[in-house]
Each structure stands twice: as structure tokens, then as C-alpha cells.
């Protein structure tokens, strides 16, 4: 089984804070995704990686960036964070253009900026 | 641009027979995926169409027509954990080379379901 694996599964942190959200997947796919869930918007995608070292912005990237240094590991940070970004992050993997199964999603980080 | 409308709600008791739909507008197309997401879970892998008709998968089926924009998951037999949000999802195929394969969901629907 692919597994994508977030290293926290609920943060809370003060406003200004730096952040940082770690995703991992372990079999190999080439595309990593970071969204976030509000309700009533669904999920919203902030970045994403096709390749090590790329990214592109999604829909919503603004007071986020990323990093993908290997890989399995694809990194989400808040360089400030505010109480607007008290969310549901969710990470998710996928091959590059082919695969029934779409994404592989992990199991989200809670996160609130107090 | 991308437009994909989903019921938001809906309710159906156990045992019953439920049909959520699901319509898109894309620019590219490469597949139409289902998710199931129970509260406070990430979402799972339900189904996955990329030709037109039904796929059939247990007490699970999920039909797409290209030419319509348009898809169903037809949930049969329903027991009380299919209380879930269920999420379509077209994957894009844009042919830039390196981005490939992005997935653009909808808003989802909350399916409850009564004993």
C-alpha cells in the first residue's frame, strides 16, 4: 500500500509563528500536493510538486511556500502564520499522469494559530 | 476554467438506494475519481472512470458520460458508516509536460444516513 504520511496530526501555534508541515510518501510518485479543507470550501490546493527541487503555485499560495529537497518529502511552511490559516492541511501523492487510484491523500494536520 | 457541482447535502435512510450526482466543466480530461471522507479523516479512493459507463464495485457503482460532463456514485444496501462527504474529482490533462495529473474536486456532499 502507498502511504503519505504527515508528522503531526494536530499543531497549535501563535500567531507570527513559523511553520512547518512535513509530508513523506513512500512509493515513489513523482506529483505531491499540498490543500487545505475549510468547511463549506472544500479543498483548496496551495502547492504543488511534479519533480524534486520544482513547484508550482496552486489556487491559494499566498503566505505559504514549499520545499521538495528529495523525492519522498514535500514540505509546506507558513513564514508567518495567522489565524486565517487555522485549517486542515492535507497532503496527497500521485504518479505523473496515469494511475486508477488519483491521489493517495494523508491523514491531515489539524492546525490552529492562536 | 475548471467547475465541478456536486450536491451539497443529502439524506436517505439504511438499506435505501442513494444517487449522488456530479457535473464538470474542464478544460482537459483524464479521468473522473469518487472519494469518501468521513469527519475529521482524510479522503479515500472510492472509484475511478475514465471511459464512458458503469463501474461496478460491490454495494458501490459510479457511472460517467463524457459527452454530458456528467457522473453518478450510486451507493446500494446503505448502513449507518456511509455516512461520509463524498467527493468527485476530474483529474486535468494538460500537456505541459510536468504538469501532469492535477486532480480538481468538488465542494462535496454530506450524505446522512438514518437508521
Known amino acids: 500500500d502507498v502511504k503519505v504520511t504527515q508528522s503531526s496530526r494536530y499543531l497549535v501555534k501563535r500567531t507570527g509563528e513559523k511553520v512547518f508541515l512535513e509530508c513523506v510518501q513512500d512509493?515513489?510518485?513523482?506529483?505531491m500536493f499540498w490543500y487545505r479543507q475549510d468547511p463549506g470550501l472544500g479543498l483548496r490546493l496551495i502547492y504543488f510538486?511534479?519533480?524534486?527541487?520544482?513547484?508550482e503555485k496552486g489556487d491559494i499560495p499566498e503566505g505559504y511556500s514549499v520545499s521538495r529537497e528529495k523525492k519522498e518529502r514535500f514540505s509546506l511552511i507558513l513564514e508567518s502564520a495567522s489565524t486565517n490559516q487555522t485549517s486542515m492541511y492535507l497532503c496527497?501523492?500521485?504518479?505523473?499522469?496515469?494511475?486508477?487510484?488519483?491521489?493517495?491523500f494523508g491523514s491531515g494536520t489539524r492546525l490552529t494559530v492562536v | 476554467g475548471q467547475n465541478i457541482d456536486q450536491p451539497t447535502e443529502m439524506t436517505a435512510t439504511e438499506g435505501a438506494i442513494v444517487q449522488i450526482n456530479c457535473t464538470y466543466q474542464?478544460?482537459?480530461?483524464?479521468?473522473l475519481f469518487w472519494y469518501q471522507q468521513h469527519a475529521g479523516e482524510a479522503p479515500t479512493f472510492l472509484s475511478y472512470?475514465?471511459?464512458?459507463g458503469l463501474e461496478e464495485k460491490g454495494r458501490f457503482s459510479s457511472f460517467l458520460s463524457r459527452s454530458k460532463g456528467y457522473s453518478y456514485l450510486l451507493l446500494k444496501e446503505l448502513q449507518m458508516k456511509d455516512s461520509a462527504s463524498y467527493l468527485c474529482?476530474?483529474?486535468?490533462?494538460?500537456?505541459?509536460?510536468?504538469?501532469?495529473?492535477?486532480?480538481?474536486f468538488g465542494r462535496g456532499t454530506q450524505l446522512t444516513v438514518w437508521p
Open positions: 496527497a501523492s500521485s504518479l505523473r499522469d496515469r494511475g486508477v487510484y488519483g491521489y493517495t
Open positions: 512509493m515513489d510518485h513523482e506529483n
Open positions: 510538486s511534479y519533480d524534486v527541487k520544482m513547484k
Open positions: 474542464t478544460s482537459g480530461f483524464n479521468g
Open positions: 472512470n475514465v471511459l464512458d
Open positions: 474529482a476530474v483529474r486535468d490533462w494538460v500537456d505541459r509536460g510536468s504538469t501532469l495529473g492535477r486532480l480538481y
